[in-house]
């Protein structure tokens, strides 16, 4: 099993939502978060005054699936929330030990 998260732009969620429902990917959680990376944040100016933004607001994902689909998923986020630009976001993925639904107490590829 693998656990996904992912950094993208906030108006690029609905598409990568709907491009993993496309391959059946049951559930995700959506965190909003504020973060910079390598374009270190940017100007705006408000009210004729110049301020500058450190943190570049942003959401995060996190999905757990089966190692079998982690790399259409990874596909299909990098298709979705990819403009070519930066600050697209990135990709992590990481081995995922164990999981276990609370309310049934399955556990492994089953508690997905």
Do not use: C, W
């Amino acid at each position: 099993m693998k656990m996904i998260t992912a950094i993208i732009q906030p108006h690029r969620l609905e598409t990568v939502r709907e491009a993993l429902n496309g391959l059946g990917v049951s559930g995700l959680t959506v965190t909003e978060v504020k973060g910079y990376g390598r374009q270190k944040g940017h100007t705006e100016i408000y009210r004729g005054a110049e301020y500058q933004i450190h943190y570049t607001p942003k959401v995060k994902l996190e999905i757990a699936v089966s190692s079998a689909v982690a790399d259409e998923v990874t596909d299909a986020i990098r298709s979705a929330a990819g403009q070519n630009k930066i600050g697209d976001g990135k990709i992590f993925v990481f081995d995922l030990e164990s999981v276990i639904r609370i309310r049934t107490g399955e556990s492994g590829e089953e508690a997905l």
